[in-house]
């Protein structure tokens, strides 16, 4: 199974997080010190998305990375393999994704001189308090939502950027900096589009059971979410998940892209 992929990816996502940072840590207003925990995460589950991606495709086509350009895979094989590393990726995802929203939604004032410390102190402290609260299960609340999100959604991103490199590259060339830059980010804004909605009861589902549990499942979240809040509530975030996409994906790409040519 060839490894540059998933080497790439690991890259890759770290360099596109960078950029993603700032905006994720604004989207809940709450705080997510530091970088390190954030990095090797989501080096982990890109290096997945990639690696799994790319070799899903050289089983569904008998192509490999770079024989693609010359014999490009159909949209439904781009899509198929898509959706295998979105659903991949969701499992190793889950628990980091979780302590990152718990963290974020984390918003009591930070603690004043005789207050009591906040619930979790740090990633590994949050992960160790669910594990102890929550049972080894915990670690995975609001996995299903996370997995029903990234599955389809992942395949619409794969599909947006092969089909826009293909669009503005002569064929058989490699696609141009600027081509993969715009293709990755306007693949990363349309897949979040699509994905904000179930973006939204995915963290509703992870932060439920932090006190007591208030939803039954995946649907009665959805439900009772339109039935309080209207449909509205589920383009939440929409615009920062946008304005977030497109850096971080286009540097994704870019990135992803470059490595895999300059090691041939
Ligand atoms: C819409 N979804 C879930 C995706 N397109 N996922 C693929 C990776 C996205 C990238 N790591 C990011 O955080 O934007």
Redesign the pocket.
């Known amino acids: 199974m060839p490894v540059e992929e998933f080497v790439a990816g690991w890259i890759s996502?770290a360099l596109?997080l960078v950029l993603?940072h700032p905006f994720d840590t604004v989207k809940l207003l709450g705080f997510f010190k530091g970088m390190s925990f954030p990095i090797a995460s989501?080096a982990v589950v890109?290096s997945v998305?990639f690696g799994v991606y790319s070799n899903t495709l050289l089983v569904l086509t008998a192509t490999s990375h770079q024989e693609r350009r010359a014999q490009p895979p159909s949209y439904t094989h781009i899509f198929l393999a898509g959706c295998t590393g979105?659903f991949l990726q969701a499992y190793c995802l889950a628990p980091f994704d979780l302590i990152k929203v718990r963290l974020q939604n984390q918003t009591e004032p930070r603690a004043q001189p005789g207050s009591s410390p906040p619930r979790y102190q740090g990633p590994v402290h949050c992960a160790a308090s669910i594990f102890r609260e929550e049972g080894p299960r915990g670690l995975f609340r609001g996995a299903w939502a996370l997995t029903l999100?990234?599955t389809p959604?992942?395949g619409i991103?794969f599909i947006t950027y092969e089909g826009l490199c293909r669009q503005y590259t002569p064929e058989g060339q490699n696609p141009s900096s600027a081509t993969v830059l715009v293709a990755g980010g306007f693949a990363?804004i349309v897949?979040?589009v699509a994905?904000t909605p179930l973006d939204v009861i995915k963290s509703r589902m992870q932060m439920d059971g932090l006190r007591r549990r208030v939803y039954q499942g995946i649907l009665d979240c959805m439900v009772s979410s339109i039935r309080q809040e209207g449909l509205g509530v589920f383009f939440r975030g929409v615009t920062i998940n946008s304005a977030r996409?497109f850096p971080?994906?286009a540097v994704?790409f870019l990135s992803y892209e470059y490595l895999l040519r300059w090691w041939g």
């Open positions: 996502g596109g993603g989501i890109n998305l979105g999100r990234d959604t992942v991103y990363g897949s979040w994905a996409a971080v994906n994704t």
